[in-house]
């Protein structure tokens, strides 16, 4: 008897697939199916249940081919002969998942301010650690959160880095990103030494332009792994002439622009249109206290939006209450995902996802004293899992101007795609993988990640082990200087 029928003979309720079935039940069916990951250029996941998130493309039960980065040919039955072969007859195929704003530079500190007050997020995160903060530290928190980010399935990043104390902190984010080999958006924005108020606080205040130094010298063009944005401050950080002035530079330099709105009080995004400063290159992070009127107005600009509903959830600090998961979508407005800072939240894109519907489905069936409708019984019609886990997806795309390369499982786009197994106990017996992914799985689920079709992550753990030991290292060194630095007791 040849192993694999050894496995299924006397272990018939175990998965046998290329990597060797659940995380859960590996044990000797493990050691006798375990496969490198491939190295070829070319690879066919034969038999997969695939999630397309594409429109034109319906979902199925069928191959992927990945060839020269790309995704090369999908349907029921690809033939190449030549690829190596992935069995993904037990396993979910699925677009990487894309977070569109997450201050990266805090992943040093990471939950430590898991009960602050927003205000101590302020006071701690950019008047104690901010101000101090070396080149080196940048490099080991930018190292370390986009790994862990990796691992988590997100393919494609937006580091929101308002941490430009000088060039080399700059350069030293953007080395962090590309050493750890994902699809990342290098966001630059201001400094935090050696006063952040004068930044954040009605600012008057320009940004150094450094960042046209960086352009140059590190994004000669807007192809790449990493790419440039420009994270800019709204209304409610500077005066208006100062959030034009910072749109100015970007679209000088053609890159799009990040920018926090809605953060602090309603009417900044109707003074950007007052102003002519609206335009699609623009994503609204928040937009959380933002009225109707002024979501209507960054639809109507061909603008975007990104909300942090787990983060917003645990520091509650704005007018309105709950992040605006309804209204954005009933506005339909292009809006993505993040977790915001790691410092205080979850960098877990599954939590992220599980917070967005329920946050949703709460305001689906109950409208609140100013929407006074009766309750909605069927809050399932307001937000779907399918529409979250497009939030998590190709609306990310969409947020970042990557649509046309990556996203969804799209012949002709980048194979960034993650492999999910089917039969982990976590949502054992499958009934719909999307309503699997966005309410039951975790990082744990996650057998397999491409970028750009090659493997990061195989047989459930990242491949580069030591580029992992590094980052660990190199974070916990850079978490005792700046505890040491700021004057902060651990624990």
């Known amino acids: 008897m040849d192993r694999r029928s050894f496995v299924k003979a006397f272990l018939p309720g ?9 995380r859960y039940s590996r044990g000797a069916e493990f050691a006798l199916e375990a496969r490198a990951a491939p190295k070829s250029g070319k690879v066919l996941i034969k038999g997969g249940s695939m999630i397309t998130m594409d429109p034109a493309v319906p979902d199925l039960t069928g191959d992927l081919l990945i060839e020269n980065g790309k995704i090369a040919a999908i349907g029921r039955q690809v033939d190449a002969a030549d690829a190596e072969i992935i069995d993904a007859s037990r396993l979910i195929v699925a677009p990487g998942f894309i977070e569109t704003h997450r201050h990266t530079w805090q992943s040093c500190l990471r939950h430590l301010g898991a009960n602050w007050s927003a205000a101590q997020y ?22 370390i959160g986009r790994l862990a980010a990796l691992d988590d399935g997100i393919t ?6 308002h941490i430009m104390n000088s060039p080399a902190h700059a350069d030293a984010a953007v080395q962090g990103l590309r050493d750890a080999l994902a699809r990342s958006v290098f966001a630059m924005g201001w400094p935090q030494a050696p006063d952040p108020a004068k930044w954040i606080s009605k600012s008057t205040q320009d940004i150094p332009d450094d960042i046209r130094r960086v352009r140059k010298q590190h994004f000669s063009s807007n192809d790449g792994l990493v790419t440039l944005a420009m994270a800019g401050r709204g209304p409610d950080f500077a005066v208006i002439q100062q959030v034009g002035r910072d749109l100015s530079i970007a679209r000088d330099l053609a890159i799009p622009t990040t920018i926090h709105v809605g953060f602090a009080a309603p009417g900044g995004i109707k003074a950007m249109k007052e102003a002519g400063l609206l335009g699609p290159d623009i994503t609204h992070v928040h937009v959380k206290d933002s009225t109707d009127e002024e979501l209507q107005f960054i639809r109507d600009t061909g603008g975007t939006a990104s909300i942090s509903p787990l983060d917003e959830m645990l520091r509650v600090r704005w007018r309105r209450g709950l992040p605006p998961v309804i209204r954005t979508v009933e506005k339909g407005l292009v809006t993505s ?29 109950n409208p609140g004293d ?7 019984w069927n809050a399932a019609s307001g937000i779907s899992t399918r529409k979250v886990l497009e939030m998590a997806t190709i609306e990310g795309a969409r947020t970042v101007g990557l649509e046309k390369v990556t996203g969804s499982l799209t012949v002709g786009k980048s194979a960034d795609i993650i492999l999910l197994q089917a039969d982990n106990l976590a ?17 744990g689920c996650i057998e397999a990640v491409f970028v750009a079709g090659k493997p990061v992550k195989f047989g459930g753990k990242l491949l580069d082990d030591a580029l992992v030991t590094k980052a660990k290292r190199l974070a916990a060194e850079s978490r005792d200087y700046l505890f040491q630095k700021a004057g902060f007791a651990r624990g």
């Open 427 to 443: 949502y054992y017996p499958l009934q719909n993988p999307v309503d699997a992914i966005v309410g039951a799985a975790d990082a």
């Open 370 to 376: 100013d929407r006074p409708e009766p309750p909605n």
């Open 337 to 365: 995902l993040s977790c915001d800072s790691e410092s205080t939240s979850s960098g877990d894109m599954f939590s992220i996802m599980k917070t967005t519907l329920a946050v949703g489905r709460f305001q689906a069936s």
């Open 122 to 143: 302020f006071a701690n995160n950019f008047f104690k650690f901010g101000v101090v903060m070396r080149p080196e530290d940048v490099y080991a928190a930018n190292l």
């Open 156 to 161: 494609t990043l937006v580091d929101w880095s």
């Open 14 to 22: 175990t998965a046998v697939s290329a990597f060797g079935g659940s």
